[in-house]
């Protein structure tokens, strides 16, 4: 009898070891106290973790890693850790971002504040999975890698999801832009590009993803400049270049 298990046992233990070891993403949720910190988890929760079975399954990292819902102000803002290999959201930020919405005219007609807040919410969760993608992956950044993040996150969202979600995704940028008075020399040195740029490059990704659907956003003055035809390219380029790096990652698994 023995002679027949060991066989089997040693095939099997080969077998396993042959498989791809794939690092899970998951999410926890701090329980929320305030009133405020409890519709922010109820408006996020579900898409949350939809979010994690996506990248599970299509963009894998190689270690563990943990999103955190947490309680309170941080002031960080959403942010990856890379000491603790967490992604850090704080209810505070969802709640601001619904507030934000609250009082500003949605982007496309009929959107409630919660959707726009729901879309703009996942694609600051896609922003920093791309910095723990890249660096758990130990893949260079050839430029900034804040731009490259937010390319990941818009075409991630037009590729999985839709590409009017990801219009209303970055208009946290545009909203954050209205508040800004004047512009410092200090803000020009910062990591992240401004919040116009951010929200003008995203644009620019949406509309070369479907110019016809979103041939309103280009106005004779960004014809004149030719973005009408380098915004299609620069989708193509994106999303050519990215999934050549998930493609080449998810073959390492």
Known sequence: MRTVLFPVL?????????LPLRAETNAIFEAPKTENEKSAKALIEVLSLEMVKLVNQEAPVSEPLTIHYTRGE?????????SKNTINMPYGFIHYALDKFNNAKPSIDGLTPEAATQAAILHTLFHEYGHAYLYLWDFPVLGKEEDAVDSFATLMMIIFY?????????DL??????????IEDTDMWGEHSLDAQ?????????YGSDPSAFADLMDDNLVEAERDVFCPYEFQTQK???????DMNNEKQ
Do not use: K, Q
């Open 74 to 82: 941080n002031a960080y803002g959403p942010h990856y850790d890379p």
């Open 162 to 170: 839709d590409a009017e979600t990801a219009f209303t995704g970055v």
């Open 173 to 182: 940028f545009a909203l954050e832009d209205s508040d800004v008075e004047f």
């Open 10 to 18: 040693f095939t099997a233990v080969l077998f396993l070891m042959s």
């Open 198 to 206: 951010r929200y003008s490059r995203s644009l620019c990704m949406i």
């Open 240 to 246: 050519r270049n990215w999934f050549r790096v998930i």
